[in-house]
């Protein structure tokens, strides 16, 4: 069974950061592209950033102007988020989600980031 | 970027109801188009990829059509737990983007 568990998550004060992980279980997690997803409260989905199942390639939403950094480790089946000068904006549940066919097959269960001082 | 639009932001409907709901790219993406569902509090389900491809353990009631710019998400006939919020995403190129969300709620 495909499982994504998301931590990391909690509340930080604006211009903070916070390292998301993603921890990756039931399938070869090196063969996929893997992406961040994020949610702000009663708000729509929203893209964030993907990296191929090398690493190689790496593609973020333009908002993020290089605050935000994605990373993974194949031996270790994880998938990470460094997130940089937060701001109230950037609150939101952030998932991983793994892309297979061009779309996002799995998720997992979200973690919430809440910025505020 | 592609800005996707969904249309209606929301609607009514009863059990047995036939429910249709439009995605429109700004540009073609061709047949790069996903569909989504989301359940208050739970993270979205692929319900349908590359425009009309059914998701495994999805029930058939679900189905996609359209290619180019115009795409749509029928439910043939409206069950309980189908009440939910709805997401197209397109596929086509970086960055990737949402639609903004059909919710799906009890007449």
């Known amino acids: 069974e495909v499982q994504l568990v998301e931590s990391g998550g909690g509340l930080v004060k604006p211009g903070g950061f916070l390292r998301l992980s993603c921890s990756a279980s039931g399938f070869s997690f090196s063969t996929y592209t893997m992406n961040w997803v994020r949610q702000a409260p009663g708000k729509g989905l929203e893209w964030v950033s993907s990296?191929?199942?090398?690493?190689?390639?790496?593609y973020y939403m333009d908002l993020l102007k290089g605050r935000f950094t994605i990373s993974r480790d194949n031996a270790k089946n994880s998938l990470f988020l460094q997130m940089n000068s937060l701001r109230a904006e950037d609150t939101a549940v952030y998932y991983c989600a793994r892309e297979s066919d061009d779309s996002f097959d799995s998720w997992g269960q979200g973690t919430l980031v809440t910025v505020s001082s | 970027d592609i800005q996707m639009t969904q249309s209606p932001s929301s609607l009514s409907a009863s059990v047995g109801d036939r429910v249709t709901i439009t995605c429109r790219a700004s540009?073609?993406?061709?047949?790069?188009l996903n569909w989504y569902q989301q359940k208050p509090g739970k993270a979205p389900k692929l319900l349908i990829y590359?425009?009309?491809s059914l998701q495994s353990g999805v029930p058939s009631r679900f189905s996609g059509s359209g290619s180019g710019t115009d795409f749509s998400l029928t439910i043939s006939s409206l069950q309980p737990g189908d009440f939910a919020t709805y997401y197209c995403q397109q596929s086509y190129s970086h960055p990737l983007t949402f639609g903004g969300g059909t919710k799906v709620d009890i007449k």
């Open positions: 990296i191929s199942s090398s690493g190689r390639y790496i």
């Open positions: 540009q073609s993406i061709r047949s790069y």
């Open positions: 590359a425009a009309s």
